[in-house]
């Protein structure tokens, strides 16, 4: 009896223990210690595997189709030797999905990192410190972040990601129809590629906000810079998106923004105006017209057409085949390349930098005043500039006042050289009395052309139409009296 029962006890015991093994294959434990993990850890399946303390690892992370992993009051180290040699990756869903629930843990390594989630994945994550690898959501996968610090999140193809209470360290990317929420953050930088949809409230974007756009018109009036209590791209700009455009909905809820950034693309048409913005870019087709306002620098490439008067400018860098108009401005440095063509009037640079085929024009404005014999002002003189070979370089008519202004060129620039347009001859005539002189466009010039032996009368604009009524008023009361 005792045999039996002795057997029997044996056989339990051993069933036991082949249980335990058996759900252990199914379900692996990482223990967490200071030796190193060497190797890949993956995990698929229904794998549900728990890391906690710290786990210095010596290759990647792999969670597939529907395995989870939990990160808790942990430090994941991953030791590489190089940047993203190793990383965490959600990926290949099947039979449910992939995913991270994290609680108080940080992920780092002496080098960058990416933290990537793959179709469908998704990750819950609280008190997550990640201050050197990027979090990247792709193909539907989402995100809920709280209480974090997180170095960069990139956010594609239809992703759906969440953060509160957190702050970005380098910078927030969303694109291709993502949805990106954040509330009570502070973020380095936001940037808005393609068509995503952004709601940022409660919130600080300490650098700066940059907003890519395409074949839209729109108009950037008065951006709010500092505390802003609502506002959104697509309505306060006016937004229309063409047929193959793209633009983000973006709203921004009692957030302060420091400095705006914007890129069109496609066949875009914009105004901007009373607005300070740190960059500007100017692709393909796009054209911008741009007055009274405070731009850090603009990048104008490919066809693309750019007028900018009356503002603040740091610089100008232009290549491809694009025009570039510049009125009234003063900037530190100018630099063209490949054929682009830059027309500047009243304007300078403290730097030049003319490259390949382009081509620089510097403009200045002549002011004209016509005068009689005794100076009194002749208004409808014709006011004509001559090149050196005496083909015509502007004309135009005197105002009321007796003045005119035309702009002329005084140089153009290229990779080889300045080559001025020389002296000018400038001819004032009113009927058959005319008067010239010789100016040479090195800066705005002024001149006074006198036509001597020549007087007008200093009312004629209303001496010659009086003097019609009062012929026909008198034909009128002639022909009335003969006939009575």
């Known amino acids: 009896m005792i045999f039996k029962r002795f057997t029997l006890g044996v056989y339990i015991l051993s069933l036991l223990l082949s249980l335990i093994f058996i759900h252990g294959l199914n379900t692996p434990h990482v223990k967490a210690s200071p030796a190193i993990f060497q190797g890949d ?47 965490m990756f959600f990926q290949n869903p099947a039979n449910g999905k992939p995913r991270l629930q994290s609680e108080n843990t940080t992920i780092t390594s002496n080098y ?37 610090t997180i170095k960069e999140l990139s ?25 990106f929420s954040g509330s009570n953050c502070e973020i ?18 300490s650098n700066r ?61 914009t105004t901007i105006s009373n607005t300070r913005i740190i960059y500007l870019y100017c692709n393909d087709l796009s054209t911008v017209d741009i007055m009274n306002s405070n731009i ?34 003063n900037m530190s440095t100018l630099q063209s390349r490949g054929s682009s063509r830059l027309w500047l009037v009243n304007s300078t640079s403290n730097e030049y930098y003319v490259e390949d085929q382009s081509e620089v024009y510097v403009n200045w404005y002549l002011n004209i005043h016509v005068t009689d014999s005794i100076d009194q002002n002749v208004p409808s003189a014709n006011v004509t500039a001559y090149y050196s070979n005496a083909t015509i370089a502007a004309s135009k008519l005197t105002g009321v006042n ?8 005084e140089k153009m620039m290229n990779f080889t050289g300045d080559y001025s347009y020389g002296n000018y001859t ?36 209303i001496i010659l139409p009086l003097f019609m009524t009062l012929t026909l008023l008198a034909a009128f009361l002639y022909n009335r009296k003969r006939y009575q």
């Open 41 to 87: 850890l993956s995990l698929d399946g229904n794998n549900v595997t728990t890391i906690e303390g710290i786990f210095n690892i010596n290759g990647s992370i792999f969670v597939e189709d529907n395995a989870t992993l939990i990160l808790r009051n942990t430090i994941v180290n991953f030791t590489q030797t190089s940047q993203y040699q190793y990383g």
């Open 112 to 148: 960058a990192f990416l933290i990537r989630f793959y179709e469908n994945s998704s990750a819950d994550a609280y008190e997550l410190n990640s201050p050197i690898g990027i979090l990247e959501t792709i193909d539907y996968s989402s995100l809920s972040i709280l209480n974090s």
């Open 155 to 179: 956010c594609q193809d239809n992703s759906v990601v969440n953060v509160s209470n957190s702050e970005i360290i380098f910078r927030v990317q969303t694109m291709a129809n993502t949805s």
């Open 188 to 205: 380095s930088e936001l940037e808005l590629y393609e068509s995503s949809t952004v709601t940022i409230s409660d919130s600080a974007i």
């Open 209 to 269: 906000l940059k907003i890519q756009s395409s074949s839209v018109n729109c108009s950037l009036v008065d951006l709010p810079t500092g505390f802003t209590s609502s506002w959104n791209y697509l309505v306060n700009c006016s937004v229309i998106i063409g047929a193959e455009g793209y633009a983000s909905n973006l709203t921004v809820k009692d957030t302060t923004i420091s400095k705006w950034y914007f890129l069109f693309y496609g066949s875009s048409n």
């Open 296 to 329: 850090l620098g603009i990048y104008a490439r490919d066809s693309s057409n750019v007028n900018i008067s009356n503002s603040i400018l740091g610089f100008i860098l232009s290549y491809g085949s694009c025009r570039v108009n510049v009125l009234n401005i």
């Open 402 to 409: 007796g003045w005119t202004m035309l702009t002329l060129l």
């Open 426 to 461: 400038v001819e004032a005539m009113y009927n058959v009395y005319s008067n010239d002189t010789t100016i040479n466009m090195t800066g705005n010039q002024q001149a006074t052309l006198k036509l001597e032996s020549f007087i007008i009368p200093e009312y004629s604009v």
